[in-house]
């Protein structure tokens, strides 16, 4: 098998919403593995710099909260966290997001993990936001080549096996 190399496709289908599709050469089951094992998260969620876990329950109603260093260590952290809302396991996780970047913008993430039967494994996200602006905002923020850098380092991951 070859390993995924494209970018995620990210489309703005509804004024306050962000979709988002990758397809990743791995067993849904892996996938799946590497969103909800916490060591495993850790390695490829934060584009894979040094990310610290300061919570993570990973349960409905549970809180996580990650900081994320700059790749050298010099330009500082981000920080990420939410609640989980849904989880059903290898098939949907639901949370929500904030980033410190954009405090009190809150969205909503629907993260959905479809077997393409062959090996692969395509994950769906749906972000929904309050208003257009907050969206907006988000994707001017950088998400989307964050987000892509952070793919390309679950690609390696599930590489290695």
Request: glycine share 10%.
């Amino acid at each position: 098998m070859s390993t995924t190399t494209n970018d995620a496709v990210v489309t703005t289908d509804a004024d306050r919403a962000i979709h988002i599709e990758r397809v990743f050469d791995a067993p849904r089951e892996r996938v799946w593995d590497a969103y909800s094992r916490i060591e495993l998260l850790a390695q490829w969620w934060g584009r894979g710099h040094k990310l610290d876990i300061e919570r993570w329950e990973f349960r409905p109603g549970g809180h996580w909260r990650f900081v994320e260093h700059s790749e050298d260590g010099t330009e500082g952290t981000d920080g990420f966290e939410g609640r989980f809302r849904e989880i059903t396991a290898q098939e949907r996780i639901v949370y929500s997001f904030e980033w410190d970047g954009m405090p009190a913008h809150v969205a909503i993430d629907q993260v959905g993990f479809i077997d393409l039967g062959d090996g692969r494994t395509k994950v769906v996200t749906d972000s929904q936001f309050h208003t257009p602006q907050e969206r907006d905002g988000m994707l001017q923020s950088g998400m989307e080549g964050g987000l892509n850098q952070s793919y390309h380092a679950l690609d390696a991951l599930l590489a290695r096996g």
